[in-house]
């Protein structure tokens, strides 16, 4: 009777589990999401830097405040005429500024919801407010091709820069200490960083190569990084705005740029529906969060106490972090875990003409599998010597050398290596030999090669005859290849133990990302100006 005979299972690089790391343990603790619904595109969102359960969403026409415990509305801003874009909180949270298709940009009161301040002098919608790092300026970007400088305390425009984009200005960012400095990014693929102490105040002009959608400061404030297209990159503002590194992880437009973890993590969203979390000492992937629609606008609480971003379909979805001192949500995220693995495991199976009556036995068909080659007909017939000469031809070797250790593996598991290499003319063991020595130092051939060279020794130790001078050469190779493999690992060994010195010192430091600090005085409410009270919303 025939047997079946499967041909040699043949790994170019050895299957690996999915790799736990701390970051994909702390992002995993993010709740199920919770939804939130408007009417149109979620512009922006963005926090209040003194109260982290609001937050603030801008759609349509409206500027709404939201509590992130009850997810209900908090403050509702409607002194808009037509759509507003980009409300972004001061650093104190007291107040709030947005600007809106007609070209104006509005301050709030976050406390009273009265306009105290209205900037008029963009003659085309505003897409983007911030504040400057001493809190008594606003910067505004415009479609106009202008970027505006007001002072907040008397409503009067400080600086203006006309037409430094040939496009569009639809992002920005300010120096988190340097007050005098900031960043504009538009839709000619520009970035523009300015100095408003100098009287050339465009420093640099650098090129993005695609519309730039986002930008922001890491805490240092000495690299800035930018979105736009499906690359992000980040610049060193130190060495003359040099390009660091670029980033091409979204598979479409990234609309939006945050930061997390007191700024050790950015976190990026495009319109791929992914939220992208970054390491930003390596700029390598560390975890990746899915939406059910293309992300536009994106806000982190402090210490990451949530992560709400808005889609294009006028969805916000807020996931806040489980903490794991409480034993219901450590039930909650190990159930979590539990069920994605479960989810993960089991393939679909149709159900369709089964029976629920158990069965004796059941015959699966035969599914034709690839044709044995000719090292699989040998082994087949346990002719173990002609199946290494097979494959030890020079070209295999060269090409294809994961198919020899692949047979080389197989005789290590029956035990027939040393027979194979047995009574064998020395040119065959000299290929043999250098076949090791080459390969040795690759992680997916070490342990089985490791194996096979030391099969080689236990046959040398057997013959008893003179060996010739090729031989003894190959031999002296093969002893000095072992060497440097046990140099390199004691060297990698010494290496790995100077890192965890050097980790656990300054984890024992309890060192914290530096965050600019800010002196609180004492100063009389604003009182709303006179074009402020005179403000007038028409409902048509």
């Not at 105040?201 to 650098?206: F, K, R, S, W």
């Not at 080459?438 to 130790?461: D, I």
């Amino acid at each position: 009777m025939q047997t079946n005979f499967l041909p040699l299972n043949t790994r170019r690089f050895q299957q690996r589990a999915q790799v736990e790391t701390p970051d994909t343990v702390y992002w995993d603790r993010l709740a199920k999401p919770e939804l939130l619904k408007e009417h149109n595109t979620i512009d922006y969102l963005d926090f209040s830097p003194s109260d982290p359960d609001n937050f603030v969403v801008t759609c349509s026409v409206r500027v709404q405040i939201y509590n992130l415990v009850t997810k209900l509305v908090v403050k509702n801003l409607s002194r808009f005429q037509k759509t507003a874009y980009g409300a972004a909180f001061r650093q104190d949270g007291r107040l709030l500024a947005a600007g809106d298709e007609e070209g104006h940009v509005k301050l709030f009161d976050t406390t009273s919801r009265n306009i105290l301040r209205l900037f008029k002098g963009h003659t085309a919608p505003v897409h983007r407010t911030f504040f400057t790092a001493d809190k008594l300026q606003l910067a505004s970007f415009g479609d106009d091709r202008s970027v505006r400088l007001w002072d907040v305390a008397n409503e009067k425009v400080v600086q203006t820069y006309e037409d430094t984009h040939t496009d569009y200005i639809r992002a920005g960012a300010m120096h988190p200490q340097a007050a005098h400095m900031f960043v504009s990014g538009g839709y000619d693929g520009k970035i523009n960083l300015y100095d408003t102490r100098a009287e050339k105040a465009i420093q640099h002009t650098l090129d993005h190569g695609a519309p730039v959608e986002s930008m922001l400061f890491l805490p240092n404030g000495s690299i800035f990084v930018s979105a736009g297209g499906s690359q992000v990159r980040v610049w060193d503002l130190i060495s003359g705005c040099r390009l660091l590194t670029m980033m091409s992880q979204h598979h479409k437009t990234v609309t939006c740029l945050r930061l997390g973890s007191d700024g050790r993590r950015l976190l990026s969203g495009g319109l791929d529906r992914h939220v992208k979390i970054y390491d930003v000492s390596t700029y390598k992937t560390v975890h990746t969060l899915t939406y059910p629609n293309a992300v536009v606008s994106m806000a982190v609480a402090g210490k990451d106490q949530a992560v709400v971003a808005g889609m294009v379909d006028g969805l916000v979805s807020i996931r806040r972090m489980m903490v794991d001192s409480k034993p219901s949500h450590l039930k909650k995220i190990r159930a979590e875990r539990k069920r994605r693995h479960f989810k993960d495991s089991i393939l679909p199976t149709s159900t369709i003409g089964s029976s629920p009556q158990e069965v004796d036995h059941t015959i699966k068909d035969r599914v034709k599998g690839p044709g044995l080659k000719t090292y699989d007909v040998h082994l087949r017939v346990f002719n173990h010597k002609k199946a290494l000469d097979d494959v030890m031809n020079a070209q295999r070797m060269a090409k294809h050398p994961e198919v020899v250790v692949a047979v080389i593996t197989d005789l290590l598991h029956r035990k027939s290596l040393d027979k194979a290499l047995t009574d064998r003319r020395d040119t065959v063991l000299v290929r043999f030999i250098d076949f090791i020595c080459k390969h040795l130092g690759e992680t997916r051939f070490m342990r089985p090669l490791m194996m096979a060279a030391s099969t080689v020794l236990e046959v040398f130790e057997r013959r008893l005859v003179a060996y010739s001078p090729k031989l003894m050469h190959a031999l002296e190779r093969l002893s000095k290849a072992m060497q440097e493999e046990v140099r390199l690992t004691t060297e990698l060994m010494r290496l790995k133990g100077a890192m965890d010195m050097l980790i656990g010192v300054s984890m024992d430091n309890g060192e914290v990302a530096h965050k600019p600090t800010y002196v609180e005085t004492k100063t009389p409410r604003m009182q709303p100006s006179q074009a402020a009270e005179k403000y007038v919303v028409f409902v048509e």
